[in-house]
């Protein structure tokens, strides 16, 4: 993505010069110019209110995809740990770039992160792109994509990782459009094409009653976000280290356009979130009213696992919104989801159905979500969740 | 205020099917709908001049019956709709998609906000939104939840997984809302009237001054090579039988299995 200045525009204000994270535009004869600094980063486009600095595109036949090598991962971080999804892509990262033959390397971007560097290396990663400064402390999309679109035109990894998650998604398309790159949302395969070396990147579509497969055989890189607990987090080797390669940045606070006034967590927000349990079980309205969700946190907490809900409970004003599972609420995957009481519509199903062990639990043996149980039990949800909870409480030994 | 909201026409997604002969997607006899977060947008978007005044323009980019979305969005009370069409945007990704409507933006000139909705019901991707704000050259604020606006500055409170997050930006920015935002008003009889008669202008790839190798197939760098019905595990198992037994049963299986 060729950037330039049109001279004949600019009106020499310098508002770029704060902009550019790099310190690579100086002022000549009242006009700015880039000199030998810039990274391409595409900081600068936004801060001019006259439209002179201009991003070409290029287009997608003219890219050589021969220059662009390895495999990336972008790391996203909660409360100074890595997410399991960046682990889950490093350890996927590592078989793609063995069957390609190249590299695999995260990109860590944050503030104080640097302990997190190795981690990556325990599940993989030959080396960790590094990123370090105080504006970086709390994601934001502006920020993060500057620095990591320099890095990208910089190095021209072939394939670049990171999760379907909320700042995922954020990122990765602004990221894309920023540099031309293709984008497959919310993947849930990924695979080499042997002949062409191209990504085979397979999705749902049409809230889950469509698979596609999608390629990118042009633009590089091949971007993909990819779906939290898909992949499968490699065991740790603690042996491994990796190469730290910092990138040093001069971000100013006063360019980011968005500023963070407050992080609100919800009351019961402590409550483990659906998306990243093991297990989850949930209740629909054949609860009948609020207070039997108790039957569901009971087994949940015997379980360790999440409570989950359907729309017409939240609806209902049973449950809070964030414990919602289907198409307008979390996409979840689960090793085994227990579903009491819920019909099985298809926008619950398509939040829920490709979780590894389905158990139903419904009094009416022609509901839809027995078309995707592994285990099906036609019964009062009023017995069988309390018995359930009973005897698993003694098979775990918690009486 | 001068707000847009971008909406797209979806089919009704709890009838779209694989065809198993020829593995391409039935839609035909699919109803279209506005894809629901979008009508979320929309009201979003008429809250805000109820309160601070100004108007509302919806576009759409798709095929020219993609006009009864935007018919159905003056209904709610949108001032203005425009109907993006071309054969040059057929075949386009969320990257051509989102060139095209910063195009259609740059004519329509002067706004002060941008709204989209969460994702689409089709692809559910959620990249549309943030690529047009790139191309733009604005700031985006996904996942919004609240919004405020003073002056040239907007408040947003965002919906993340396990918390909110507020975050004040400036004007022009935007924003992509999620369902919990608001509950959309039904058509009034007097706005269906109205939107009845208004005329909806169709712009076409010259009119929007787009570079055809950036729209459609052409600038997409995303292709589609196969889809596919989902494998659906073959038919589970019916545990029956008095229930201390059953639920015995399934916990040896679970057991077994190591799911617990
Ligand atoms: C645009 C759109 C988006 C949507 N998004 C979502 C979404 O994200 N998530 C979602 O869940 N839904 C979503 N829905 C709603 C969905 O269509 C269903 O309405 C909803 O999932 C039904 O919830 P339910 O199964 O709890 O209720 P019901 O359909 O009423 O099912 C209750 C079930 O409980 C059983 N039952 C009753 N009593 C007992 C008992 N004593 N013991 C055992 N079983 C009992 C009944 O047989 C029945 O099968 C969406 C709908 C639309 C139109
Ligand atoms: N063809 C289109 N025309 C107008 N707006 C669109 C179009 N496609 C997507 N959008 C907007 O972008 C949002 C996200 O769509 P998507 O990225 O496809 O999930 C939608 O909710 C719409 O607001």
Not at chain 1, 318 to 339: D, E, M, N, R, S
Not at chain 2, 88 to 104: E, I, N, V
């Amino acid at each position: 993505m060729p950037i330039y200045i049109d001279a004949d525009k600019c009106v020499g204000c310098k508002l770029c010069l704060s902009a550019c994270p790099y310190g690579a535009i100086d002022m000549v004869e009242g006009k700015a110019v880039f000199n030998d600094n810039c990274t391409q980063c595409g900081a600068c486009i936004s801060s001019c209110k006259f439209g002179a600095i201009i991003a070409e595109i290029t287009r997608k036949e003219n890219v050589d995809t021969s220059q662009y090598k390895g495999v990336w991962v972008l790391a996203e971080t909660h409360d100074g740990r890595l997410a399991d999804v960046t682990l889950e892509l490093v350890s996927e990262g590592r078989k793609l770039a063995d069957e390609l033959g190249v590299e695999l390397a995260m990109v860590l971007a944050g503030w104080q992160v640097e302990p997190l560097a190795q981690i990556a290396a325990h599940y993989g990663a030959d080396k960790v792109y590094l990123v370090e400064h105080e504006t970086l402390e709390h994601y934001r999309t502006d920020p993060f994509t500057s620095v990591i679109a320099a890095l990208i035109n910089q190095y021209k990894p072939e394939i670049v990782l990171i999760g379907a998650t909320v700042m995922g998604r954020d990122l990765a398309s602004r990221i894309a459009a920023r540099i031309g790159a293709g984008l497959t949302a919310d993947c849930t395969g990924l695979a080499i094409d042997p002949e062409t070396r191209l990504l085979m990147q397979t999705r749902p579509a049409f809230g889950g009653n469509v698979m596609a497969t999608i390629v990118c055989r042009h633009a590089r890189p091949q971007m993909a976000t990819v779906r939290p607990r898909v992949m499968k987090k490699a065991e740790p080797d603690l042996s491994r280290t990796a190469e730290i390669i910092r990138s040093h940045v001069d971000l100013k606070e006063q360019a980011i356009a968005a500023k963070i006034l407050e992080i609100i967590r919800e009351e019961g927000r402590d409550e483990l979130d659906v998306q990243e349990a093991e297990i989850i079980v949930s209740g629909g309205r054949g609860l009948r009213k609020a207070e039997n969700f108790a039957l569901i946190r009971e087994l949940a907490e015997v379980l360790g696992a999440a409570v989950g809900a359907s729309r017409a409970t939240v609806d209902a004003g049973w449950i809070p919104a964030y414990h919602q599972v289907g198409q307008t609420g979390k996409t979840v995957q689960p090793k085994l989801y227990i579903a009491c009481g819920i019909s099985g519509a298809v926008q619950h199903l398509a939040g829920m159905g490709s979780s590894d062990c389905i158990v139903a639990i419904n009094n009416d043996p022609d509901a839809p979500i027995f078309g995707v149980a592994h285990y099906g039990i036609v019964g009062d949800l009023f017995e069988v969740v309390p018995a359930l909870t009973k005897a698993l409480k003694k098979e775990l030994g918690l009486e | 205020m001068n707000i847009i909201v971008s909406i797209k026409q979806v089919p009704d997604t709890t009838e779209v099917r694989i065809d198993p002969v020829t593995n391409t997607l039935v839609r035909e006899g699919v109803p279209s709908i506005i894809n629901p977060f979008d009508e979320n947008a929309i009201e979003c978007g008429l809250q805000l001049v109820e309160k601070h005044g100004g108007k509302v323009t919806v576009i759409t980019m798709g095929p020219p019956q993609a006009q009864q979305a935007l018919k159905d969005a003056l209904a709610m009370g949108a001032d203005e709709a425009i109907l993006v069409s071309d054969r040059a945007f057929a075949g386009s990704d969320t990257l051509a998609t989102s060139y095209t409507l910063a195009q259609t933006i740059k004519k329509l000139g002067e706004y002060d906000l941008i709204i989209c909705g969460k994702q689409a019901f089709d692809g559910d991707t959620a990249q549309v939104g943030p690529g047009l704000a790139e191309h733009l050259g604005i700031p985006q604020v996904t996942y919004a939840i609240d919004i405020e606006v003073e002056g040239k500055k907007a408040r947003v409170k965002r919906l993340l997984s396990d918390r909110f997050e507020v975050v004040e930006t400036r004007l022009p920015c935007l924003i992509t809302v999620v369902k919990q935002m608001n509950e959309p008003r039904h058509a009034s009889l007097k706005n269906v009237m109205k939107a009845r008669k208004k005329e909806i202008p169709t712009w076409t790839a010259a009119d929007i001054e787009a570079d055809e190798s950036r729209c459609g197939l052409n600038g997409s760098p995303t292709n589609v090579v196969k889809v596919f019905a989902p494998q659906r595990h073959t038919q589970g198992e019916r545990l029956e039988g008095d229930v201390n037994d059953v639920v015995e049963r399934l916990v040896k299986i679970l057991r077994e299995k190591q799911v617990v």
